[in-house]
């Protein structure tokens, strides 16, 4: 894996909505579990979506890749491990989602791009903001 910046984990259960008649989770689901993983790592950061917007900026996903490596089942508690890899000129998150046994059963990347709202064009730099918040976890993180 590339240089992690910070990480940040978070539990979730795979609810009857996420699952398919066969109990298992269906693969489109996945993405939305990475929103979770992204959510608890901006959060994490202080600077989540609502800051974003607030700052004039939207954050589309560019790109996204998955691996399935083996199947989550419904009531079943996993966890997502969100690794904040880029942040200055985009944001690049990569996840690894683990079961209730601790297997590994995800390895996935998303992509961001800063969006000036106002303007409605791409940002080749994030936002100011954003990557001082970033600076200040990391240093955090990095002093306990």
Known sequence: MEKVLCCVEKEFTVEF???DSMNVAW????????EVGRCALLDAIGYGY?????????FPVV???????RSLYFGEKAV???YLIEYENRLKIKYEIFNSKGE?????????MA???EKNESCFVCPETMI????????????K
């Open 17 to 19: 909505y996420d699952v």
């Open 27 to 34: 693969h489109g689901n996945y993405v939305k579990f990475m």
């Open 50 to 58: 609502k800051e974003m917007v607030r700052d004039g900026y939207a």
């Open 63 to 69: 790109t996204l890749n998955l691996k399935y490596i």
């Open 80 to 82: 997502i491990k969100s």
């Open 104 to 112: 590994l059963t995800t390895r996935a990347e998303s992509v961001q």
């Open 115 to 117: 969006l000036d709202i």
């Open 132 to 143: 001082k918040k970033v600076e200040s976890y990391i240093k955090s993180e990095g002093e």
